[in-house]
């Protein structure tokens, strides 16, 4: 926000009635918690032109793109006082209201802003997919509304209601918080459904879920085909997140919110949320770690969607990091802060330490989980064109982690299952917790066991992957087959639960 001040100033200095600039000035004072800073701005804003809708319509967007929709929709409301025509402030108190889930007022709205202007993209998007609600099956209990494609509600309705169900009990009861109504989800069976309910426009690629605090938007695992994520993890994400906004009025930065929401994953369940993993360890013992007091810029413009991926497994490490030195306590008192007001720095040192301390703690926290991942490898990436297939090195090295895998992609594309099976072993051996989707050694192992007819052997490697990874969608269908051929029904139940986690379709 300070280098918005330098730039505002400037602008004031060429023109010091500008009434944008000083709409600007408000919103900045608001997130600050400054109300006479941001009253006097907005009085400023409209000094030379006291019914200009605009000065409230940029203030409520403003606020709203920072999740702030309340506020935001009290701002639309005003420019609509001034202008009752004013086709932005329609638009845009149109989405607020439907992202607080007050459908009935949020509907009529984008009616009323369609027809006044049939070729907005938004409201014609909007009225589109009205429609296509008008459709979906609603499920409700005292807690949640649910709604969903009827062919998908069918068949896993009742599931995700009981997985939601869970969730809140689990917690509320944790973060102390008693929600006064029912929590909206709504599943969508097409990507481009998701995109418009959930950003006005479609094709927005990259998220499974999305939370605005009492409604959590979601792509159902068709969407996401031939490889979906463990829709059962996302919803647990996402409801975690209408916790900690709803706790803080949403008045928290996105790291912690999303730290918050993986670190809840991983307590849920063993196979769900990121953990260490190659990529990560190299990012944090070659520099790559943002400072704690800067995480929130980590998820603006990451230079790579690995960085973006990054930003969510720091953020949780972080919280972890402080729940391990200072106990679940210390994250409440800081969530409690936040909806204060207070400064997530501030909340930090008050409820914790000071955030540069936390942050030097934090550096070194990192680097020995990071070090601690598969400490007898040698991690060391091999010289592109350099072929070496010594997997062992010399007398006194390590094993590489690279050499060995490519090692074992080679043996068992060239189909020489017994070869397979030492690189594989022994990358099991020394990183057991490798769960990441594709050619990891536990799929090659097993693999290479069906392919010789080894199949106890494959049976129980299939299990220790499904043990750590909660989309591997294709070892628990396997594990049914090979579980029904033995007869062990429990197995079948187990791994059949596993599957429907991930593609219930």
Known sequence: YSEAEKQLSKALKVNSRHPEAWACRSIIAHLRENKEVEKDAREKALAHWKNNPMVDYLIGRKLSQR????EGAEHQRLSLAFDGDFQPAKIQLAQDLLRLGRDEEGWKMTEEAHKADGYDVTTFNL??????????????????????????????????????????????????????????????????????????????????????????TANSPATQMPFPANWEAVLWHEFCHTVTLTLTKNKMPRWLSEGISVYEERQASPTWGQRMNPDFREMILEGGLTPVGKLSGAFLSPPTPEHLQFAYYQSSLVVEHIVERFGHEAIRAILEKLAQGMKINVAIAQAVEPIEELEVAFATYARARAEALGPKLDWGKPVPG?????????????????????????????????????????????????????ANPYVLLAKAHRELKEFPEERKTLETLAGISGDAYESFARLIELGEEAGDWEAVQRNAERALAVNPL
């Open 67 to 70: 999740y702030r929709f309340v």
């Open 127 to 216: 009225v589109n997919l009205k429609d296509t609600l008008d459709k979906f099956e609603t499920l409700k209990t005292d807690k949640f509304v649910l709604r969903m494609a009827r062919h998908e509600a069918a068949v896993y309705g009742a599931r995700a209601l009981r997985l939601l169900n869970r969730a809140h009990q689990t917690l509320t009861e944790k973060y102390g918080l008693k929600l006064e109504k029912p929590t909206v989800v709504e599943i969508f069976d097409k990507q481009k459904d998701f995109g418009v309910r959930t950003f006005g426009m479609p094709e927005n690629p990259g998220f499974l879920g999305v939370c605005f605090g009492c409604v959590i």
């Open 386 to 438: 350099d072929n070496k297939d010594d997997r062992n090195g010399t007398a006194g090295e390590s094993p590489n982690f690279y050499v060995l895998s490519r090692e074992a992609r080679r043996l068992a594309k060239d189909r020489k299952w017994e070869e397979v099976k030492a690189p594989c072993r022994e990358l099991i051996k020394l990183f057991p917790e490798h769960n990441e989707r594709g």
